[in-house]
C-alpha cells in the first residue's frame, strides 16, 4: 500500500466520520484532540503525563494533517497552509490550555495518617511514647 493510498484511506475514514456523526470537521478536531489527550493523561498517571498527553495530540494533530496535504496532493487539490494550521489550532486548543492549568488540577499529596505535622519537629516514635 503506498502513502498516497493511505492518505486516501485517512480522508475517507474521516469524511464517514464527519457523515455518521453530523458535526462540523472542526468540531471533531476539537473532540478527537480532548479525548486522545484524556485517554493518554488517565494511562499515564505519574510524573509529566500533561506533557505526554499534549505531545500525544500534536503528534496526532500534525500526523493527520500530513495524511491530508499527501490525499490534497494524490488528487491535486492543496489547500492553502492556513486552513492546515487552523485545522492544528483546533486540535491544540483545549489541550495546551488542560497542559497549561494540569498542575492545579492534580490533587495534593496527603500525609500519612502516623506522620507528625510538618514543622511540628516531633519524631513520630517520641510520640507514641509519650501516649
Keep these: 500500500m503506498t502513502l498516497i493510498e493511505i492518505a486516501s484511506l485517512f480522508e ?3 469524511l ?6 453530523g458535526l462540523a470537521k472542526d468540531a471533531l478536531h476539537i ?3 480532548l479525548a486522545l489527550f484524556l485517554a493518554v493523561r488517565l494511562v499515564w498517571r505519574w510524573r509529566g503525563g500533561w506533557f505526554v498527553a499534549w505531545l500525544a495530540v500534536l503528534a496526532m494533530a500534525c500526523g493527520g494533517e500530513w495524511l491530508d496535504m499527501t490525499a490534497e496532493a494524490g488528487k491535486s487539490a492543496i489547500q492553502p ?8 489550532w483546533n486540535t491544540m486548543f483545549w489541550p495546551t ?5 494540569g ?3 492534580q490533587p ?3 500525609p500519612a495518617a502516623d506522620a507528625p505535622e510538618p514543622g511540628s519537629g516531633e519524631d513520630p516514635e517520641r510520640s507514641f511514647e509519650q501516649a
Design 12 to 14: 475517507a475514514q474521516k
Design 16 to 21: 464517514s466520520v464527519i457523515d455518521a456523526s
Design 31 to 33: 473532540y478527537f484532540g
Design 81 to 88: 497552509d492556513t486552513a492546515h494550521w487552523h485545522d492544528i
Design 97 to 101: 490550555v488542560l497542559l497549561l492549568v
Design 103 to 105: 498542575r492545579w488540577l
Design 108 to 110: 495534593k499529596a496527603k
